[in-house]
């Protein structure tokens, strides 16, 4: 391993260790050597991208979850921007979620969330006054309720004491709307069924999602295995940058050695660094953090995590001939067509995306597989006569920290006590629910930590997300 040179007057390039390869550690280092500072990013796996990654089987290259962004997340599309992989990872022109309704006497019925170019709250109002899998009054209940969201003040800590159900109800909203829009959408942005998430997550979300510009909740989503972006992409951006980028080297310890000096352990070697960023999981971090550097670092082991469970399945032929939708009355969530980016070349191959899965997440491939068949078929009739090349399924027990009320006070920001030790992961007090956007937010400010630690200013050009969008 490289340490710093020191040559006559010219002062010493100061050193960040990263720990952690995940969006979040990518984003710091990319951040730091933009802006001068040297970096050595450390990543245990074989692989960047942490819980956003893709794997081969057999010919197929299969993405671990499936995964959306939103227009609104500024600072994972300036990440995109930054690793040169946006055009990979496209948005909607304009928001359009298809909605199948299966609990209908008549059949299934299709009903669309889509967005005008109308200024907000308007842009929604002709989709919503024409969807219909809500009764009139509930829909103009869900109006009046999309109203008093919008007047709730984020910043106020109180949010995060009550839970977005119980919101929900308070505010008129009957268990059909809850299941026909709050929770289609929340659930698949916070990991957790309204009852279960803080109302301050849930309302960060919709407030800037649905409710701050006309195009904030256009989708976008890699067209590419997510390995193309968060692992080969951004390993050469790092590389260009002139991160050294170490994989399959976990560290296992992180100690002080003296006024900003810091050593950092991996198997056989020991690292010299000027300021370390643990990018890693809530308790990987409570693992490395020395003593003193937080004031409650017990907190960390007591944010809980939710599972997200994916099950692919590979058709001999086209059954779905759109590039995703939803499902009501199912117990199918969100489904999204992978042929193209899995590299698939004859039938098709869906990834039907299942969060706050924890009923299902230990569930046997069998039984997933004798529940999700036939209702693909219930809501997709060309399955019927189609033939299951592949069925698979993989599971992420800790897809996201629990968005549950209270979850706040137990998110530490980036500056720890212990000066130019940082902390970044989706799971730091971004204000964000567990997501790649969070991740990003967090690997920005950790940056930003970091070089206050070393005394080097902000570079502008590197922090301007927050306008981009
Ligand atoms: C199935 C699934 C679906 C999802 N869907 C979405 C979605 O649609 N939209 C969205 O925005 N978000 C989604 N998410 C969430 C999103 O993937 C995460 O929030 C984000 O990727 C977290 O990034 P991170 O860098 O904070 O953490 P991680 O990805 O967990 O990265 C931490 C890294 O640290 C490494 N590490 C740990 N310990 C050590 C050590 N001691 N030494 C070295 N390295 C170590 C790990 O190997 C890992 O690579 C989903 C997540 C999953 C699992």
Redesign the pocket.
Same mark, same amino acid.
């Given at each position: 391993m490289t340490h710093d040179t020191q040559s006559g007057a010219v002062a010493p390039r100061r050193h960040t260790v990263v720990?952690?390869?995940?969006?979040?550690?990518v984003t710091s280092a990319l951040a730091l050597a933009d802006a001068g500072v040297r970096v050595t990013l450390? +990543?245990?796996?074989p692989r960047?991208?942490?819980?956003?990654f893709s794997f081969r089987r057999g010919d197929l290259t299969v993405d %671990?979850?499936?995964?959306?962004?939103l227009r609104c997340?500024t600072a994972?599309r300036w990440f995109l921007d930054r690793i040169e992989g946006a055009a990979l990872a496209p948005l909607q022109d304009r928001l359009d979620v298809p909605v199948l309704d299966l609990a209908r006497p008549e059949g299934r019925r299709l009903g669309r969330l889509r967005r005008d170019a109308l200024p907000v709250p308007l842009h929604l109002g002709r989709s919503l006054a024409a969807y219909p899998h809500l009764s009139l009054a509930d829909r103009a209940r869900v109006g009046r309720a999309a109203l008093a969201l919008k007047g709730l003040d984020l910043t106020d800590p109180a949010l995060d004491t009550q839970d977005f159900g119980t919101w929900l109800a308070a505010h008129g909203q009957s268990a059909r709307a809850v299941e026909a829009l709050w929770d289609l959408v929340g659930v698949?942005t916070l990991n957790a069924v309204a009852s279960d998430a803080s109302l301050a997550l849930a309302a960060m979300v919709f407030k800037t999602g649905l409710l701050s510009d006309p195009g904030a909740a256009d989708i976008g989503w890699a067209r590419v295995p997510l390995g193309d972006l968060h692992d080969r992409l951004a390993r050469k951006a790092l590389d260009s940058a002139g991160v050294r980028t170490v994989l399959r @080297?976990?560290? @296992?310890s992180v100690s002080r050695t003296g006024e900003r000096q810091w050593s950092v352990q991996v198997p056989g070697e020991t690292l010299q660094a000027d300021a370390v960023v643990l =990018?890693?999981?809530q308790r +990987?971090a409570h693992g490395?953090l020395p003593a003193g550097a937080l004031d409650a670092p017990e907190r960390l082991l007591e944010i809980g995590t939710a599972p997200?469970l %994916?099950v692919h399945v590979v058709y001999d032929r086209k059954v779905l001939g759109r590039p995703f939708f939803t499902a009501l009355g199912s117990p199918v969530q969100w489904v999204f067509d992978r042929t193209e980016a899995s590299g698939l070349r004859e039938g098709q191959y869906l990834a039907v995306?299942q969060s706050a899965a924890q009923d299902e997440i230990d569930a046997p491939v069998a039984v997933l597989r004798e529940r999700y068949l036939p209702e693909l078929e219930r809501l997709l009739p060309p399955a019927r006569g189609a033939e299951v090349k592949d069925f698979f399924v993989?599971r +992420?027990r800790t =897809? @996201?920290f629990a968005p549950a009320p209270g979850v706040g006070r137990l998110r530490p920001g980036a500056r720890t006590k212990a000066p130019g030790l940082c902390l970044?992961? =989706?799971?730091t007090a971004t204000g964000w629910p567990?997501?790649?956007?969070?991740?990003v937010r967090?690997?920005v400010s950790a940056a930003d930590a970091v070089l206050g630690a070393l005394g080097r200013p902000r570079p502008r050009h590197l922090f301007d997300f927050e306008e981009a969008a």
């Open positions: 720990v952690g390869g995940g969006l979040a550690g450390l +990543e245990g796996r960047l991208g942490g819980l956003a %671990n979850g499936q995964h959306v962004y997340c994972y698949a @080297t976990r560290v @296992t =990018a890693v999981p +990987e490395l997200i %994916n995306s993989t +992420e =897809a @996201t970044a992961g =989706a799971w567990a997501t790649m956007e969070s991740a967090s690997g």
